[in-house]
């Protein structure tokens, strides 16, 4: 099993390309099953997720085929993928493809939509809490679908003549649920209403998608949004948007080893909440022609607090990266998850460096550290783990980062990335 092995001490310099967003890719790629013209999308990233998601695609049918033009320096990383899912083959999701990955639980929404049915294993996923499946359940049975669970599975049926437009407000926001919803609701007779809806970019981006497939969506983006039911949805090109979680591990990474990074195709208006947070450390973010510049020189890491929220508020997916960064503040911070329960696991893994951190709660207390030491550590979740490669950049000596598929679940040449400016990141394959 590959391990990162990382020589701690030097600062970054140069420029990093920043890839699609996983987060968006998949969704989007979900959302060819909706129609049986063809979906291309540019700007995929080349992610374990994505490669798990086109074989969950292809046992429902999806012919999927990829121009990529990868591999050499210097050249973009993107690929164009096309999907085509002239018929469902199939409309049950098994758990064997489904456990390993909870984004794929969304085809659900476009096989009970498109085909009356859907049978989906209950999912599975980062063990970062109890991530439950009642908010799709309700939103679905809103659209009028019959939904029961049968050993494991999730059996949704759409009455006579189709799913019918609805209105569901969550009583919680969550991301996939919305996606689900939104998707579902482009194909079923009249007006849906989502209510307290997810405002991540990434469903903006879906919906943005979808439209360009003749859907009519209007609202993606803010907490409500409307969907004017269509017969049928046609192929479209769309371009997946910058990775704003990997964007911000990036301009963290900087802000912990010190240096001078342009973080290129990306967008800072995704995650300015983030950027607020990394500025507030001590480093210095401007935007420049060629992207994102994140400078710091000399100067110590500020402690700041930080509160995760739905957007616009700050991810959850970067907290983990953050608190690599505060382990070395010159003082106290603290940081609130209230997203999911169960998402500190890097806690234990950052102490093996030398972190001082105490957990009360969803409250981690971190009180900065004048210097880490490497020492072999464990990736737990695809965040977690970065977050030990942001720690072991600025460690003395050398981290070993094992368990690092979950690290291949989201980011995209990672090592290639760091070295090019200037870090001693290596794989190690046993
Ligand atoms: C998406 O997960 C992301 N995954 C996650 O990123 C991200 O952490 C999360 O949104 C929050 O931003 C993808 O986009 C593929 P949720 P999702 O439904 O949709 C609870 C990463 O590292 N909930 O918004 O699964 C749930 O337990 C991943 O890239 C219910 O209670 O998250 C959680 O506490 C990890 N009932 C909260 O809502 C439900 O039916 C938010 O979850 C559904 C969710």
């Known amino acids: 099993m590959d391990r990162i092995r990382i020589v701690g001490g030097n600062q970054l310099h140069g420029v990093i390309p920043i890839s699609g967003a996983k987060n968006a890719a998949l969704p989007l790629m979900i959302a060819s099953l909706l129609t049986d013209d063809t979906l291309t999308l540019e700007n995929v990233p080349h992610l374990a997720d994505v490669e798990q998601l086109i074989r969950i695609l292809g046992n429902h049918g999806a012919d999927i085929s990829v121009n990529g033009r990868r591999e050499r320096q210097g050249e973009s990383y993107a690929r164009t993928i096309h999907f085509t899912s002239r018929n469902i083959v199939s409309t049950t999701a098994p758990y064997e493809l ?5 984004a794929s639980f969304w085809v659900i929404g476009p096989l009970l939509a498109r085909e009356g049915k859907a049978r989906v294993s209950l999912p599975g996923g980062c063990a970062i809490g109890t991530r439950p499946v009642d908010l799709f359940i309700e939103g679905l049975a809103a659209l009028g679908a019959n939904i029961e669970i049968d050993g494991g599975y999730i059996d949704a049926t759409a009455p006579e003549g189709g799913l019918t437009g609805g209105r569901y407000v969550f009583p919680k926001v969550s991301v996939g649920a919305t996606h689900v919803l939104m998707m579902a609701a482009t194909l079923a007779n009249g007006t849906t209403v989502i209510g307290n809806a997810a405002r991540e970019p990434e469903v903006a981006d879906l919906a943005k998608c979808l439209n360009a497939m003749g859907a009519k969506i209007t609202g993606a983006g803010t907490g409500t949004i409307t969907i004017e039911g269509v017969r049928s949805l046609s192929g479209a090109r769309h371009r997946v948007l910058p990775d704003r979680i990997e964007t911000g591990t990036y301009a963290m990474a900087v ?5 001078d990074v342009i973080l290129e195709d990306t967008d ?3 995650l300015e909440t983030a950027l607020e947070a990394i500025r507030r450390t001590g480093a210095e973010i401007s935007e420049t022609n060629s992207g994102i510049r994140v400078v710091r020189n000399g100067a110590g890491i500020r402690p700041v607090d930080i509160v995760t929220d739905p957007f616009p508020g700050f991810p959850t997916d970067l907290q983990a990266q953050f608190m690599g960064l505060m382990t070395k503040s010159s003082g106290v911070s603290h940081i609130t998850e209230t997203i999911f329960e169960n998402r500190f696991m890097h806690v234990q893994e950052l102490a093996r460096l030398g972190a001082k951190i105490s957990l009360s709660g969803q409250t981690a207390k971190i009180e900065g550290v004048s210097r880490l030491k490497g020492a072999p550590v464990m990736a737990t979740d695809l965040r977690a783990s970065v977050s030990l490669v942001i720690a072991g950049l600025a460690a003395e000596g050398e981290t070993m ?28 394959s046993d």
């Not at 489904?98 to 909870?102: D, E, G, I, L, Y």
């Open 255 to 259: 802000a912990m080893t010190g240096g």
């Open 98 to 102: 489904v456990s390993k990955m909870r």
């Open 268 to 270: 800072s208006s995704l």
């Open 401 to 428: 980062v094992s368990r690092v598929y979950h690290l291949d679940r989201g980011f995209e040449r990672l090592e290639e990335k760091l070295t090019r400016c200037g870090a001693h990141v290596e794989r190690v």
